[in-house]
C-alpha cells in the first residue's frame, strides 16, 4: 500500500484512519480494541507494515501507535473502573497478563492504584450528588 493511501486524522472529535481500500473511516479506537491494544495486530488489520504505521502515527498525531494505544487502554481502563468493574475484570477485559501487571501500568499512568482510583472516584461523586 501506497504512502498516501493511510491517514490518521483528527474529525469531529474522533480519531480516525482512512485507508483508501476502505469506503468508510475506521474508528481507531475501536480497532485499538478489537486489536487487543497490540500494534502488530492494528497492522494487520489497516494493512500496513509497522514501520509505516509508526509514520502515519508521526505525521498524524504526532506520537507513536505504541504510546498512542497505551494511552487508548489507560483511558478505557479508567472509564472501566468508574462503571464499578473490578480490577481483575479489568485486567482480563483489556488483555492484560495479570491484574497485577495491570495495576502497575495504571499505577505508573496515573500515579494513583486503580483501587485508590475507584474509592476517590467514588467518594467524590457521593459528595457532588
Given amino acids: 500500500m501506497k504512502r498516501r493511501d493511510v491517514e490518521v486524522v483528527h474529525r469531529n472529535g474522533q480519531i480516525l484512519v482512512l485507508c483508501a481500500r476502505e469506503p468508510m473511516p475506521l474508528s481507531l479506537a475501536s480497532v485499538a480494541r478489537t486489536?487487543?491494544?497490540?500494534?502488530?495486530?492494528?497492522?494487520?488489520?489497516?494493512?500496513?507494515?509497522?514501520?509505516?504505521?509508526?509514520?502515519?502515527?508521526?505525521?498524524?498525531?504526532?506520537?507513536?501507535?505504541?504510546?498512542?494505544?497505551?494511552?487508548?487502554?489507560?483511558?478505557a481502563?479508567?472509564?472501566?473502573?468508574?462503571e464499578g468493574h473490578s480490577?481483575?475484570?479489568?485486567?482480563i477485559d483489556l488483555g492484560f497478563a495479570s491484574p497485577k501487571i495491570f495495576a502497575r501500568e495504571f499505577q505508573q499512568f496515573y500515579e494513583v492504584s486503580p483501587t485508590d482510583f475507584q474509592r476517590k472516584d467514588f467518594s467524590y461523586r457521593l459528595s457532588v450528588a
Fill in 35 to 75: 486489536t487487543c491494544y497490540r500494534v502488530d495486530r492494528m497492522c494487520q488489520v489497516v494493512g500496513i507494515s509497522e514501520r509505516h504505521l509508526r509514520r502515519v502515527f508521526e505525521e498524524g498525531l504526532g506520537i507513536t501507535p505504541k504510546d498512542w494505544l497505551r494511552r487508548e487502554r489507560m483511558v
Fill in 77 to 82: 481502563a479508567r472509564n472501566l473502573l468508574r
Fill in 87 to 91: 480490577v481483575k475484570e479489568v485486567s
